[in-house]
Structures are given as structure tokens and as C-alpha cells.
């Protein structure tokens, strides 16, 4: 799903990329989100006179959240580009074996899901980076802000420790999956 942020800009929310947060945070910092694009975390075109943002999330961590989601509560994102996750999610099974799912493909799938989305976008950051990368877009865009309250905004949606847990890595999985998203991985500095 796609915001429309002010009258210059269209966030695109990727399912578990801090986007809870970022709808939150803009209209306190004075930004008016002014409609929706598109449903279910579809990727969109931006309108004429609109450029597109976006963040990303280091894989492991994205991979992880994406599973407590599902896990939890289910998505709704079957017809998006995060949509295959749910082909390879089984509810009475391990994060373990999810994982073991998602390293038997032979292209890089968040790799992948990340390039679609990425593709009408503008400017992309990553969301180890907020609050200062929500910033530095609201900036190069001209879109006037209050940066105190972006700088001071609590994150939303902190998982329950119990959930977190139950999503550990079995041995060199975390590798494994690090070594096939490695270009996005070099591309995004993680590590």
C-alpha cells in the first residue's frame, strides 16, 4: 500500500519496513498524508508531480519480523511482491524450517521483493536509519516538517518478547541466507 504524503511525495509501504511508524510519526511532524494508492502493500506508480520513497530492512531482521507477523496475526499481502512469503509459511512449524524454505530457492527472494518495490521509487533508505533518513527524504523533497518530533518519535510496533524467541536461527542458517542476499546486503552496507 502507497500513501500520499503532502501534495509532493508517495510513501510505499513494504510490509515490516517501519511503515506503522512512519504513518504515525508524519502527520504529529506536521506532514498531511492525503490518500491511499493501491491495497495490500502493492507496488504503485507514483501520480504526475509525485516522486516515490521507500526503506529497506536488513534481511535477517526482515525475514524475522515478517514470520513473527504471520505467526501472529497473517498479513493480507498475498497479492504483493512480499506475497511468496506466505507460500513457504506453514502455522505448526518452526522459523527454522520457514527459513530452510526460503534458502531452497535459487534467486534471492527479499532481494527480489526489495528490487520490485524499489523500482518507481525516488530516493530509498534504510530503516536502521530513521529517524534521520525520514529526514533527509522530507528535506530533499522540499516538504516543510517539524524535525524535532520526527527526531524524538517513539517506534512503533515492538514485537512481545515471547514472539521474538521463537525466532532464532538454526546453525549457519543466518549465514546461509546473508551469502544469497549478498549483493543487496553490500548494496545496503549490512552485514
Not at 55 to 70: D, G, I, T, Y
Not at 124 to 137: S, T
Not at 178 to 189: P, T
Request: hydrophobic residues 40%; charged residues 30%; glycine residues 6%.
Amino acid at each position: 500500500m502507497a500513501f500520499l504524503v503532502a501534495d509532493k511525495l508517495v510513501f510505499l509501504h513494504v510490509p515490516k519496513t517501519a511503515g506503522v511508524w512512519v504513518k504515525t510519526v508524519l502527520p504529529k511532524a506536521g506532514v498531511k498524508l492525503a490518500g491511499k494508492l493501491g491495497k495490500d502493500h502493492q507496488v504503485v506508480t507514483p501520480p504526475p508531480g509525485r516522486r516515490a520513497f521507500m526503506f529497506v530492512r536488513h534481511p535477517a531482521n526482515w525475514l524475522k519480523s515478517m514470520w513473527m507477523e504471520m505467526d501472529a496475526v497473517g498479513t493480507g499481502i498475498e497479492n504483493s511482491p512480499a506475497g511468496i512469503f506466505e507460500e513457504w509459511y506453514r502455522k505448526d512449524e518452526c522459523f527454522c524450517d520457514f527459513v530452510e524454505r526460503v534458502l531452497e530457492e535459487k534467486t534471492p527472494p527479499i532481494s527480489l521483493m526489495f528490487e520490485e518495490y524499489e523500482r518507481p521509487c525516488w530516493m530509498v533508505a534504510r530503516v536502521e536509519d530513521l529517524p534521520e533518513a525520514l529526514c533527509q527524504i522530507l528535506d530533499a523533497a522540499g516538504q516543510p516538517y517539524k524535525a524535532h518530533t520526527i527526531e524524538n518519535w517513539h517506534r512503533e510496533n515492538v514485537t512481545d518478547h515471547a514472539l521474538r524467541e521463537r525466532t532464532r536461527f538454526g546453525q549457519h542458517q543466518r549465514e546461509r541466507l546473508l551469502a544469497a542476499e549478498s549483493a543487496f546486503c553490500k548494496r545496503w552496507d549490512y552485514r
